[in-house]
């Protein structure tokens, strides 16, 4: 069990950037995928980004591909979501996530164990 606290949301306008913080709670970080969720009101939790435990595989939705860039830091035990260019379709909750995997970097909700409570991210036209 990790537990996950994610910081760095707020209200902001389009264009601007922002970046979002994971921090995470556990001795072994550095077995853990982590990823990137978001949820819209009325919609289903989606992905936007995750990163292998060594960091040297990333994967995004094809929404975000070229404006969020997702990176980690083992030593900190953080991973990190930066936003560039942001428009309002982006406005949601953003939730950090963790799996235990030193081979896949899952992209399914479902497989992820671990969740922070999340932080919402809100972007004014």
């Known amino acids: 069990q990790v537990q996950l606290v994610e910081s760095g949301g707020g209200l902001v306008q389009a264009g601007d950037s922002l970046r979002l913080s994971c921090a995470a709670s556990?001795?072994?970080?550095?077995?853990?995928?982590m990823g990137w969720f978001r949820q819209a009101p009325g919609k289903e939790r989606e992905f936007v980004a995750a990163?292998?435990?060594?960091?040297?595989?990333?994967k995004y939705a094809d929404s975000v591909k070229g404006r969020f860039t997702i990176s980690r830091d083992n030593a900190k035990k953080t991973v990190s979501l930066q936003m560039d260019s942001l428009t309002s379709d982006v406005t949601a909750v953003y939730y950090c996530?963790?799996?235990?995997?030193?081979?896949?970097?899952?992209?399914?909700?479902?497989?992820?164990?671990?969740w922070g409570q999340g932080t919402q991210v809100t972007v004014s036209s």
């Open positions: 990163v292998s435990w060594n960091g040297g595989t990333t």
């Open positions: 556990t001795l072994s970080f550095t077995t853990y995928a």
């Open positions: 996530a963790a799996v235990r995997s030193l081979v896949a970097v899952p992209v399914s909700a479902n497989v992820y164990a671990n």
